[in-house]
């Protein structure tokens, strides 16, 4: 697979604040990484430094091999990045400012033409096409920075909060165009605080916190944690039995047991072998056991595993 | 969509549809050129046409109109454009727009370019409306059209510079910066007096030779060298403005003046220094009351040399912040840290060599007699160098602490240069001396005060002047080698 994005050791700093602290990241054509953290944890000063408008303290960042200066303007041309706050000219219409952008890039005239109306259609800006920027509502505006950030196709797309303004057929549609991307073979990193939407559309997952990613990996592996050798079992008995809340935690290999009337949660060895063990093993025991399985685990319950705090 | 026109550069572009683009600069172009057209043609017609004196002749009308015209015009031009380029700068900087475009793989000269043009789409028109009007009144009053259109590339050739500074004041700070207001306010004020005190900048703002241009719009039109020499500076200082406003354009971290391009801005200002003071004799003739004996050449050979001294602090602080980000990168990650920065100290023996050297060359035969004194000679140039390195340490240690030094080096500067100076200026008013007061000893501990003593004032000791700088030097730099030996001057995490 191509390497789009290699970032070494990256640090961000503001002055004696360290806003990223030494951050790796390894992207390929076609991942598509959700970056997950608190307000303030560094998600946006990420951003900014891997597409090259943010200073680095320390570090390196290539995109598509070529190294991430200020002066190297041509790799600008494989990078797209669509802030949280979008800048807009205001009282420009919605198709001089996507033309602006396509000039910056060096793009024929043609080709500007036709992906303004690609773009415009693709995300239900056509009918906006003449109005002013000004006049745009916020989830619109968010549609048109989307646009102006695909518009030159770049191989390696930021995207910061950007479904915050959609609505949610915008929201719909929007998980579908990520998909399409990457199915085009783009990198791209996305922050959200919707994770059911990452945990939907997402390759990967990054847990930033206080600069640094406190977790990396594919979804399933932050999701079971970083072995991936255990997962969350659900356990109904026909009747409520307190003595299960003493007798599974001496059982080896399970553990965070909460019992609630005859419902009992559990983690345990993610191995159906195992699972069938122990659940003969209750029976056995004379548990009357009504259901059994195991649950999917998702991104929500991952990240507030993983103990983040809130910035004040 | 719209026609591109003939505004092909995409920031100017963008900039130029921000102004309602071409057909409403045209139109403004238009209207302006068929109001200001009718309302000559009308003040002309309500004007008394008898023989002089009372009757006003078509010679003195289009005299006086062209003059007003062209006036206007460098109005258009030197204020309002460069405060066009400011605006659509700062816009672009709190708006956020910025950054979209440094997104872009638009070069910093690319960016230049735009806004140097595209905000200034509406005075295109209106300067091709000024110039018809020119060349027909000019034909009314029966005068060579090319002399107005002479003075019009004199102001461009001004406007340039100054709208290349205002583009990189604009990109450099967020706080608006109107540098063509400033000059204007600094001209208004009596700053005008610089021109003869460091007659370098007179020559440089072509205003020996453009002084007599603006009397005589009307008569035929003669470049001599020392005009187009100016005309050259400015396009010369407008390049290298640009050149900064490029490099800060695309990030705003990055240095606009790495030390070579202060070397050359450095460069150019002993070359203007010396010129003017060559060029000098020539021109204080035409200047009432500016005579020598007013700006004696011994003093405006001082006050260009203390001006190229400061200007030889860029590029040794250029060098200061490089040595002390590598080394804040270098503290971080060794391995990433890139290439090692040129020493700092280097770059000072280069700007000691280039001030002096370049001025002196310059100046010619200009130069002052007493310069030829082996021990005037030599005493002002070891002023100059231990001012540069004290400058050095100083500028090497608050960048070892700090990004943003602004204030701490003006403080500096203040104090070693300025301050000394005026606590003798303010002893000397108290003193209760008969005859004439002197200067004293004190005086010679700032570095410009010393160049007055040894120049003019021969008996005044700068002995005690000297042993403070050197001392200060000895401080600054032995201070410096101490604190970096114990890792003191460490970069802030």
Sequence with gaps: MTVILEAERIRVHYDRLVAVGGVDLRLEAGQLMGLIGPNGAGKTSLFRALCGLQPLAAGRVRVLGAELTPFNRGVMRAIGFAPDTPPVYETLSVEQFLEGIGRAYGLPRNTIEERIDFWLDQLWLSEKRTAKVGALSRGMRQRLTIARTLLPDPAFILLDEPSAGLDPAGRVQFRQLLTSLREQGKALIVSSHILADLHEYCSHIGIIEAGRLRQFGTVAEVVLGHAADWTRYRLTLARPMPEIAVLLPEIEGARNVRVDGRVVLFEYADDPDKAAALLADLVRRGFPVASFSALELNLEEAYLRAGIRQVD | ?493
């Design chain 2, 1 to 493: 969509m719209e026609s591109s026109g003939a505004l092909s550069n995409p920031l100017g572009w963008v900039q130029a549809q921000l102004q309602g683009g071409w057909r409403r600069a045209l139109t403004i172009g238009g209207v302006y050129f068929l109001g200001a057209g009718a309302a000559l043609m009308i003040i002309y017609r309500a004007l008394p046409h008898d023989a002089p004196p009372r009757g006003v002749s078509p010679q003195a009308f289009a005299r006086g109109v062209l003059l007003v015209l062209l006036i206007l015009q460098a109005a258009i031009l030197v204020l309002v454009g460069a405060s066009s380029v400011r605006r659509a700068v700062q816009r672009d900087l709190t708006g956020g727009m910025i950054d979209s475009h440094r997104l872009t793989p638009m070069t910093g000269w690319s960016a230049v370019v735009g806004y140097l043009s595209g905000p200034n789409i509406v005075l295109l028109p209106l300067t091709v409306a000024n110039w018809l009007l020119s060349i027909a009144v000019s034909l009314f009053g029966e005068f060579p059209p090319l002399a107005w259109t002479a003075g019009l590339a004199v102001i461009l050739c001004l406007a340039l510079p100054i709208s290349a500074m205002s583009l990189l004041a604009g990109l450099s700070s967020k706080r608006p910066t109107n540098v063509a207001a400033i000059l204007l306010v600094l001209g208004l004020t009596g700053g005008t007096a610089l021109l003869f005190l460091v007659p370098g900048l007179g020559l440089l703002l072509g205003f020996f030779s453009t002084w007599s241009m603006l009397r005589n719009v009307t008569g035929t039109v003669t470049f001599d060298a020392t005009i187009l020499f100016s005309l050259a500076g400015q396009l010369v200082l407008a390049g290298i403005f640009c050149v900064a406003a490029a490099r800060r354009f695309v990030r705003e971290d990055v240095q606009a003046f790495p030390w070579p391009l202060a070397l050359m801005l450095l460069a150019f200002v002993a070359v203007f220094g010396g010129s003017g003071l060559r060029v000098w004799p020539e021109y204080e003739g035409q200047f009432i009351d500016w005579d020598r004996a007013e700006f004696g050449v011994s003093i405006q050979w001082i006050a260009t040399w203390t001006v190229t001294s400061l200007f030889a602090l860029f590029p040794i602080a250029a060098a200061a912040q490089d040595s002390a980000r590598w080394e804040r990168r270098a503290a971080l990650d060794e391995a990433l840290a890139g290439r090692r920065p040129t020493h700092y100290a280097l770059v000072l023996v280069l700007a000691a060599t280039v001030a002096i050297g370049i001025m002196t060359l310059s100046a010619g035969d200009a130069t002052p007699l007493m310069m030829k004194d082996a021990r005037t000679a030599f005493l002002s140039l070891v002023f100059v160098l231990l001012a540069l390195l004290t400058g050095g340490a100083v500028l090497r240690f608050v960048y070892g602490l700090r990004e943003r030094v602004g204030w701490i080096v003006t403080l500096w500067v203040v104090l070693t240069w300025a301050l000394p100076p005026l606590i003798d200026m303010i002893r000397a008013v108290y003193a209760d001396e008969s005859g004439p007061t002197q200067p004293s000893w004190l005086m010679g501990c700032s570095p410009a005060g010393a160049w007055v003593l040894i120049w003019y004032f021969p008996h005044i000791t700068v002995l005690p002047g000297l042993i403070v700088q050197t001392a200060l030097a000895l401080a600054t730099c032995g201070g410096l080698a101490v604190l970096r030996r114990r890792k003191i001057v460490r970069p802030a995490t």
